[in-house]
T-cell receptor, first 113, second 113 residues
Framework: NAGVTQTPKFRILKIGQSMTLQCTQD?????MYWYRQDPGMGLKLIYY??????TDKGEVPNGYNVSRSIQKTPLRLELAAPSQTSVYFC?????????????FGPGTRLLVL | QKEVEQNSGPLSVPEGAIASLNCTYS??????FFWYRQYSGKSPELIMS????GDKEDGRFTAQLNKASQYVSLLIRDSQPSDSATYLC?????????????FGQGTILTVHP
């Protein structure tokens, strides 16, 4: 049971390039989330998903797109900008109940130059 | 927009002391709160959750919630160098029924021998 896995661990992009951040969970969780964390800051929600084929915007969705299959939720960056330099965390939980723990992946560090 | 604010850091305490971390929130509807610990370069991990007014203890950790004052705190007794990390306070973004979390900016704790 690997939990939540993310690839790549680190990536450097040039301005205007695109890339996809991968996230997979093997815990049969229904809910999946994408957060970004800027240096010295807390996490901000980009997108979330309540099940396969269902996604919705979070607090900072601009510049990103997501999709969702049962276990995977790739995050797509189109036209990368320096403002997207951040650490991206994927998380999952079984439900959205307030008591439910979110499990985080190891993160992807992205640098846009 | 719901806000979660944490007391400014960084916080430095000697080994064996009590570390006190504080968090205030703007949404009176908030019903639950989570404390995550994040080691440098790692992903957040849940250490405490609290849903009712009062104290909740788990080993060396005590979470305190005061809904009237919109205040939640985390006390770490007998602090150890291994407790050195960033502590993030979080609460569901939309009342009680969704898993979307709003995070505070985090407080860096250093426990020195």
């Amino acid at each position: 049971n690997a939990g939540v896995t993310q690839t790549p661990k680190f990536r450097i992009l040039k301005i205007g390039q695109s890339m996809t951040l991968q996230c997979t969970q093997d815990m049969n969780h229904n809910y999946m989330y994408w957060y970004r964390q800027d240096p010295g800051m807390g996490l901000k929600l980009i997108y979330y998903s309540v099940g396969a084929g269902i996604t919705d915007k979070g607090e900072v969705p601009n510049g990103y797109n997501v999709s969702r299959s049962i276990q995977k939720t790739p995050l797509r960056l189109e036209l990368a900008a320096p403002s997207q330099t951040s650490v991206y965390f994927c998380a999952s939980s079984y439900s959205a109940l307030t008591q439910e723990t979110q499990y985080f992946g190891p993160g992807t560090r992205l640098l846009v130059l | 927009q719901k806000e979660v604010e944490q007391n400014s850091g960084p916080l430095s305490v000697p080994e064996g002391a009590i570390a006190s971390l504080n968090c205030t929130y703007s949404d009176r509807v908030s019903q639950s709160f989570f404390w995550y610990r994040q080691y440098s370069g790692k992903s957040p991990e849940l250490i405490m959750s609290i849903y009712s007014n009062g104290d909740k203890e788990d080993g060396r950790f005590t979470a305190q919630l005061n809904k009237a004052s919109q205040y939640v705190s985390l006390l770490i007794r007998d602090s150890q160098p291994s407790d050195s990390a960033t502590y993030l306070c979080a609460s569901p973004s939309e009342g009680t029924s969704y898993g979307k979390l709003t995070f505070g900016q985090g407080t860096i704790l250093t426990v020195h021998p």
